[in-house]
């Protein structure tokens, strides 16, 4: 059974840093693509970052250029999402998602909370 | 980076159907046969219903439809039921090589 399992969130102040983890079961982080998808309150769904399955291509919403990176570790099957800088605008539940062209699993969300 | 057009709200009553549209541009929508859809309910995560614009994955009720006519996909939803109240989002690969998310459609059941 796939599963994903987000961790890491919670309060941080403006531009402090947190690391996001997907424990990722079920099958294996070198075969997929990986997406991270936040979601602020009550608003909709924004593509953060996402990693090519073979881990050479990674790619930025432009809001989180230069702050946000991606990246996974293939023997602990976990991807994960480092944030530094953050911002009261990025205060939102983070997913982690599986897929290229579309993303057929989906975590449970950690939330990040930015504020002083 | 601009977000995909959808209605804000829709609404039905139970066995009607009824279509969510998605705009976008020739950059996107138009240029690839990339559309997802995804149903959320409140404080859960979303869950995939359409993908590559009319493919249903196992699992989810023929009710659900999907379709694209230029710079513009949708989602079909038959034989409406009240299960099916949620938020729906389109998605769409982009010439940028990224992806865009439509700003979500509220769907009432009545």
């Known amino acids: 059974e796939v599963q994903l399992v987000e961790s890491g969130g919670g309060l941080v102040q403006p531009g402090g840093s947190l690391r996001l983890s997907c424990a990722a079961s079920?099958?294996?982080?070198?075969?997929?693509?990986m997406h991270w998808v936040r979601q602020a309150p009550g608003k909709g769904l924004e593509y953060v970052s996402a990693?090519?399955?073979?881990?050479?291509?990674?790619y930025y919403t432009n809001s989180v250029k230069g702050r946000f990176t991606i990246s996974r570790d293939i023997s602990k099957n976990t991807l994960y999402l480092q944030m530094v800088n953050l911002r009261a605008e990025d205060m939102a539940v983070y997913y982690c998602?599986?897929?290229?062209?579309?993303?057929?699993?989906w975590g449970q969300g950690t939330l990040v909370t930015v504020s002083s | 980076q601009s977000a995909l057009t959808q209605p804000a709200s829709v609404s039905g009553s139970p066995g009607q159907s009824i279509t969510i549209s998605c705009t976008g541009t020739?950059?996107?929508?138009?240029?690839?046969?990339?559309v997802s859809w995804y149903q959320q309910y409140p404080g859960k995560a979303p869950k995939l219903m359409i993908y590559?614009?009319?493919n249903r994955p196992s699992g989810v009720s023929n009710r659900f439809s999907g379709s694209k006519s230029g710079n513009t996909a949708s989602l079909t939803i038959s034989g409406l039921q009240a299960e099916d109240e949620a938020d729906y989002y389109c998605?769409?690969?982009?010439?940028?090589?990224?992806?865009?998310f439509g700003g979500g459609t509220k769907l009432t059941v009545l």
């Open positions: 998602a599986r897929g290229w062209r579309y993303c057929d699993y």
């Open positions: 079920g099958f294996t982080l070198s075969s997929y693509a």
């Open positions: 990693v090519s399955s073979n881990g050479v291509s990674t």
């Open positions: 020739s950059s996107d929508i138009g240029d690839y046969n990339y």
């Open positions: 590559d614009v009319s």
């Open positions: 998605s769409s690969y982009t010439s940028s090589n990224i992806r865009v």
